[in-house]
């Protein structure tokens, strides 16, 4: 069964950088594209970033320059830098395997905030 678990959230004051980790298992994830999205209160869920089994990468254009997407395949592990945070970046965190569709980790909140 494929298992998804997000780390390294936190509170970061505007301007500060954090480092999300999605360890995962059950799936040949060297294969497959991974994806960070992320859910604000009152707000859809929105794809931030996307790498592809090639590494070719996408990034919503309200964190591209800032956010990089990075993935180990030899640690099945996908990572988000999150650089120059702004308050609208406070949101919960979620890492996706797109090959897998309806399957989500816990999450780990992201609060930007001085």
């Known amino acids: 069964q494929v298992q998804l678990v997000e780390s390294g959230g936190g509170l970061v004051q505007p301007g500060g950088s954090l480092r999300l980790s999605c360890a995962t298992s059950?799936?040949?994830?060297?294969?497959?594209?991974m994806e960070w999205y992320r859910q604000a209160p009152g707000k859809q869920r929105e794809l931030v970033a996307r790498?592809?089994?090639?590494?070719?990468?996408y990034y919503a254009n309200s964190v591209k320059g800032r956010f990089t997407i990075s993935r180990d395949n030899a640690k099945n592990t996908v990572y988000l830098e999150m650089n120059s945070l702004k308050p609208e970046d406070t949101a919960v965190y979620y890492c996706?395997?797109?090959?897998?569709?309806?399957?989500w980790g816990q999450g780990t909140q992201v609060t930007v905030s001085s």
């Open positions: 790498m592809a089994s090639s590494f070719g990468t």
């Open positions: 996706h395997d797109r090959r897998y569709p309806n399957i």
């Open positions: 059950g799936s040949i994830f060297s294969a497959n594209t």
